[in-house]
């Protein structure tokens, strides 16, 4: 169990306030991490606080947007002040905008590249800097299906997604030398609030999707901490650019026919 342990370690999660941030956070500070969450709506940090401290968790919380590089600086340089170095980053902060490629607005193309590419990297870059001086360091990218499949109405947050599968490659390649490991989850479909327009009953999507995944059903949340922790700890000291997909198996098939057992 010691290769899992993450006593000492302190883990910042983008976006935990809620949904699968939530629940991997919940899963690193349980395996023993102090948590830092960052958000955007005082009223979820507040909830989501409340919530870690309930459980026992050390948890502190600080408002920014990741894709403001100057707010996100300032922030980090008050995070080293207050509460101290970053062990582990969790990137997982993230929006989806379903539209047609076709009538997509540019500018709603161009925010979801911003939170779930660029956030990533801007964080990933803030956080190296300590870690390459410390000669250690956890980098966890929150990816996607659609970082291996295209669907209707997702091509922002696909080319965003299978972006940050090629960032976490390339960081990867430059930081290995430093001892950090950069490495994604790419979550199947999971029933958080993101997903809670297409789950409703009777919705066509809700149907298909059980249909596509083997295991048959939509992923708790606390499916992922597995995983999540993992990656944070020393038993993945040699793991490096992977994306561990944790879908249920939906990449390892093609699928089936709706009337086929
Ligand atoms: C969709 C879903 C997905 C999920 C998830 C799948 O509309 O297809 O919202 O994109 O959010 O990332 O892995």
Redesign the pocket.
């Known amino acids: 169990m010691n290769l899992f342990n993450l006593q000492g370690k302190r883990a910042l999660i983008t976006g935990g306030t809620h949904g699968l941030g939530m629940a991997m956070a919940e899963g690193l500070a349980s395996a023993g991490a102090e948590l830092v969450i960052t958000g955007t709506t005082p009223a979820k940090m507040e909830d989501a606080l409340n919530h870690y401290k309930n459980q026992g968790f050390k948890a502190s919380g600080y408002l920014f947007d990741v894709t403001n590089e100057v707010e996100a600086r300032k922030n980090m340089d008050v995070i080293a002040k207050e509460i101290g170095d970053i062990h582990i980053l969790v990137n997982n902060a993230g929006i989806?905008k379903?539209e047609l490629a076709i009538t997509m607005p540019v500018e709603d193309f161009r925010r979801v590249v911003d939170v779930d590419l660029v956030g990533p990297f801007i964080m990933s870059q803030l956080v190296a800097k300590q870690m390459i001086e410390r000669g250690e360091g956890k980098i966890i990218n929150i990816c996607?299906?659609?970082s291996e499949l295209g669907?209707n109405s997702?091509s922002a947050?696909a080319a965003a997604k299978g972006g940050l599968k090629m960032l976490t490659q390339n960081l990867a390649t430059e930081w290995a030398k430093h001892n950090i490991q950069v490495n994604g989850i790419g979550?199947?479909?999971f029933a958080t609030s993101?997903?809670a327009p297409?789950r409703v009953d009777g919705h066509p999507f809700n149907e298909f999707i059980i249909n596509r995944t083997p295991a048959a059903r939509w992923g708790d949340p606390e499916d992922l901490a597995g995983a999540a922790i993992f990656l944070a700890s020393k038993a993945s000291d040699f793991v490096n650019g992977q994306v561990v997909y944790v879908d249920g198996g939906i990449l390892a098939t093609i699928g089936k026919p709706s009337n086929e057992d």
Do not use: E, L
């Open positions: 989806i379903r996607s299906m659609m669907r997702v947050y979550p199947g479909y993101q997903t297409i």
